[in-house]
């Protein structure tokens, strides 16, 4: 055979790269001591990931609010199991959030504060998502409205600046 050949040892992975650090350690500890609380450069960057967020979940719901207006649009339908799955995905997010909020504020590390910031806004912008695309299916904004209830709700929770 001629051409080209890719020797085995570039396809193998260290099993070290599958290593995933227990939950509390992850949540607990995922700072530096030796850093202090997020600076201008790094509140910025943060104000612009929450924007990021924030926007993503308004365009997607802007843009399912006026493809539904066209006229010759028809909702696909069969989102009975996702009806179904909504309140199983909300009810344990808004706890999730309380319970994230109360881990935080019982680690007062202000140096892990950004990275667990976004972890939250993350479980609110996952709402948002999954109302969304109920939305999209049915036509029916009631869920979407909920999840960006609940995206407000991980904002003021996790706000830019560490609580002091």
Do not use: C
Not at 145 to 156: E, K, R, S
């Amino acid at each position: 055979m001629v051409g080209f050949r890719i020797p085995h040892s570039v396809f193998r992975i260290p099993y070290s790269a599958f290593r995933i650090p227990p939950l509390t350690a992850a949540l607990l500890s995922q700072s530096n001591p030796s850093v202090g609380p997020p600076d201008a450069a790094q509140l910025r960057n943060l104000a612009l990931i929450r924007f990021a967020l924030m926007v993503g979940l308004a365009l997607f719901g802007g843009v399912t609010w006026w493809l539904h207006r066209q006229p010759d649009y028809v909702p696909t339908g069969g989102a009975d199991a996702l009806r179904k799955a909504l309140p199983v995905v909300f009810a344990p997010l808004v706890l999730a959030l309380f319970a994230f909020r109360l881990i935080v504020t019982r680690a007062r590390d202000a140096a892990a504060y950004p990275s667990q910031a976004i972890r939250a806004w993350a479980l609110g912008e996952g709402a948002g998502i999954a109302g969304g695309v109920y939305y999209y299916l049915t036509d029916n904004p009631a869920w979407y409205v909920g999840g960006l209830i609940l995206m407000a709700g991980a904002m003021v929770l996790f706000p830019l600046r560490v609580p002091e």
